[in-house]
């Protein structure tokens, strides 16, 4: 049951953050059980948003890559000549260094022991950068969690305390930064 509840969770967030994506001025949320979760048509951008890197893994990663680059090589697809997107909005924990990446997605293909191949149009990228890449504003994830706060005091009537917004500070920068 934990569990479950976990996954239902990070669905959640996954879910919050292609809306709230999906509402940014030429970009489109295409839904649940698309083929991917949002697209640009005007920047020729589709993706697929994960709220954490490690919603998938093993052989489903290959399977991503392939269902990507099955969207945006062949010649009669719609999103041909589109850059795809793999976005881990919280990404895998780095040592002393940023976390921010824009990056060939490239995924060890276990059944051939081997990566995929690199293709420009097929990308990896973090949060932080993802939203970057979407709203041209630099800090546009981190000023909508600091915004969650006042959202919720407002909705709630409720005022978060200075040690409870420094305390939610230091968990996005655990999680972005």
């Not at 990663?61 to 090589?73: A, E, K, P, R």
């Not at 200075?162 to 996005?172: D, H, N, R």
């Amino acid at each position: 049951k934990a569990r479950q509840s976990q996954k239902s969770l990070s669905n959640a967030f996954g879910n919050f953050h292609q809306n709230i994506l999906g509402h940014v001025h030429g970009w489109e949320n295409l839904g649940i059980g698309k083929s991917v979760d949002l697209v640009c048509h005007d920047r020729k951008i589709i993706a697929e948003i994960k709220n954490k890197y490690s919603t998938v893994t093993g052989g489903k990663l290959t399977d991503l890559y392939s269902h990507l680059d099955g969207l945006v090589m062949p010649i009669v697809s719609m999103y041909k000549s589109y850059t795809s997107y793999y976005v881990e909005t919280i990404p895998r924990p780095k040592r002393s260094r940023p976390q921010n990446y824009d990056v060939p997605f490239t995924p060890s293909d276990k059944a051939t022991k081997t990566r995929r191949s690199s293709n420009e149009l097929i990308r990896q990228i973090d949060g932080q950068s993802f939203y970057a890449l979407v709203t041209g504003v630099p800090d546009a994830l981190e000023q909508l969690y600091d915004v969650i706060p006042v959202v919720i005091g407002d909705a709630f009537t409720y005022s978060f305390s200075p040690k409870e917004l420094a305390i939610m500070k230091t968990y996005f920068k655990k999680a972005f930064v």
